[in-house]
């Protein structure tokens, strides 16, 4: 018996801790929020997907019988049919789709990792294939169909984390290692800074930049090793780094370290509320001055946000606009009101659950 109805969800994320690390095999520290993105889907009786997305005020159309040619830059939808089809994934039939959430758009918060991620289970739902319930499957499949089909320069942190959800430790080194974290450190406050992102721009200058200078340093000393080096070698065996790569290379070695530090206090279980905010507020100041992907609105809505009672926060995302993030175990309702000042709007969130189904009909 076909699926007649369907509805997959995906959370947003923040990252807490290791932004700009993913795509350079360094560890990163995520948590899936309860701002969500919704694939439903009624079923046809042919093979036409036809699409409602009511949030861009767009829709669209597609047969699913062979590999589809891409209209637009970043053709997600079409790009995961492709990239299931090559693995000889059989769809059955069509359906009529809508797709909604309430994540901010192009803010830095996943909603098109969330996206593609719901999409990709609802096709291997629906053709009842053995990867619907593997998260890991999933996430592995959405970054091919995000990043790889479309050459793009992103890591696999957003994937991951909608996909799996809670609070997570994901080390990208050869063989990507997972482990859940607690998960009881109550409300954030997510602001949006409205402010448009250059995510292209800012990854091609921070990862160009970091992975440039990794390769002019081990032309030099073979050892160099990212996951081990200290600052001060590096600074005192290569003086000749220009000022601007210095910085970001010492930001992301503070980064690494600083996440590193974050998961010793959340295995210790020594993680206070204090503590988490002071770290979350070192490490914007480490995206903020080392590797310069801050606004002077989202500096703002941090700063209102500290004068408000936030334990902590920083930048979310990629940086040069969208989001920032406030942890408010006790005031977020204040915070949410500071934030509206400095310009921002807000969104109180909690620690939520990776993509899973919303409901589902056989007829």
Request: hydrophobic share 35%; net charge neutral.
């Amino acid at each position: 018996m076909k699926i007649s109805k369907l509805q997959i969800s995906a959370p947003g994320r923040i990252c807490l801790f290791g932004e700009h690390q993913d795509y350079l095999s360094l560890p990163v520290i995520t948590a899936a929020i309860n701002l969500r993105i919704y694939v439903s889907g009624v079923k046809r009786n042919d093979k036409i997907f036809k699409f409602e997305m009511p949030d861009l005020n767009e829709s669209d159309e597609f047969p699913i019988e062979h590999e589809l040619k891409y209209n637009k830059e970043r053709d997600y939808l079409r790009s995961a049919v492709n990239i299931l089809l090559r693995q000889g994934v059989v769809i059955p039939c069509g359906y009529d789709c809508e797709i909604r959430g309430d994540i901010p758009i192009n803010s830095g918060t996943s909603s098109s990792s969330a996206m593609i991620v719901a999409w990709i289970k609802f096709l291997l739902t629906i053709a009842k294939d053995y990867r619907r319930d593997n998260p890991l499957e999933i996430a592995r499949l959405a970054h091919q169909a995000e990043v790889l089909e479309f050459a793009e320069p992103g890591g696999k942190m957003d994937h991951f984390a909608t996909s799996i959800g809670g609070v997570l430790f994901i080390d990208f080194d050869n063989n990507i290692k997972i482990k859940q974290l607690q998960t009881n450190l109550g409300q954030f406050v997510l602001g949006d800074s409205l402010e448009a992102k250059d995510t292209k721009g800012i990854l091609s200058r921070v990862k160009g930049g970091v992975q440039g200078l990794l390769h002019q340093i081990n032309e030099q000393k073979k050892e160099f090793d990212l996951k081990k080096c200290q600052w001060h070698d590096i600074e005192r065996k290569f003086k000749d780094i220009p000022h601007d790569k210095k910085l970001l290379l010492q930001g992301t070695i503070e980064n690494r370290d600083l996440t590193t530090k974050a998961l010793s206090e959340f295995e210790n279980n020594t993680l206070t509320r204090e503590k988490l905010g002071d770290m979350l507020f070192y490490g914007h100041q480490i995206l903020k001055d080392k590797l310069k992907i801050s606004t002077s609105k989202l500096d703002l809505m941090i700063a209102a946000s500290k004068k408000a009672g936030a334990c902590g926060g920083k930048l979310n995302g990629s940086g040069g606009g969208g989001c920032m993030f406030a942890y408010t175990p006790e005031n977020a309702e204040e915070v949410v009101s500071a934030i509206k000042q400095a310009g921002g709007k807000s969104y109180i969130v909690e620690i939520d659950s990776g993509v899973k189904t919303d409901f589902i009909v056989y007829g």
